[in-house]
């Protein structure tokens, strides 16, 4: 009796991240598409390094950094719930395939982010990625050099 401590409140620590992760991927299915449809994925490519370059052939490589964001309504929840932003793997979230009209070579993803979501259900993924493409190039004095 006198070796037992007793307390009137007992502190508990809250995971908000974890919480509202288990709210939405209860159910959530990755392999099916945001509605409404249609919608946009944003793509920007951005910090493009050319590697290699053959004007004559109009083809180069580059190593660049792709960034995707669209936003899935039924990855929402209010800042009331958990205030910050969620990381997921890119496995757990639904991800557009993208189509690159010119490329040549298959691609290779050197490096991929987690999904970053926020409270609005806005997805965020960064790639740094390295390809090959065809480009029609117009080998002329600048500023009047042309790529297509």
């Not at 920007?44 to 083809?59: S, W, Y």
């Not at 993208?98 to 993924?125: C, E, F, P, Y």
Request: with cysteine.
């Amino acid at each position: 009796s006198s070796n037992v401590l007793q307390f009137s409140h007992v502190a508990v620590s809250f995971d908000g991240a974890g919480w509202a992760t288990s709210l939405l991927k209860a159910n959530y299915n990755s392999a099916v598409a945001p509605y409404p449809r249609p919608f946009n994925v944003n793509i920007r490519m951005q910090n493009l390094m050319i590697k290699q370059l053959d004007v004559d052939a109009g083809e180069f490589s580059a190593v660049f950094d792709l960034e995707m964001q669209y936003e899935d309504r039924r990855l929402q929840w209010s800042t009331l719930q958990y205030p910050g932003a969620l990381e997921w793997p890119v496995e757990d979230v639904w991800t557009p395939v993208i189509h690159m009209t010119n490329l040549m070579k298959t691609d290779t993803m050197i490096w991929q982010s987690r999904a970053m979501i926020s409270n609005s259900g806005l997805v965020t993924m960064r790639q740094k990625r390295t390809a090959s493409f065809k480009c029609e190039l117009e080998d002329r004095p600048l500023p009047f050099a042309t790529h297509r």
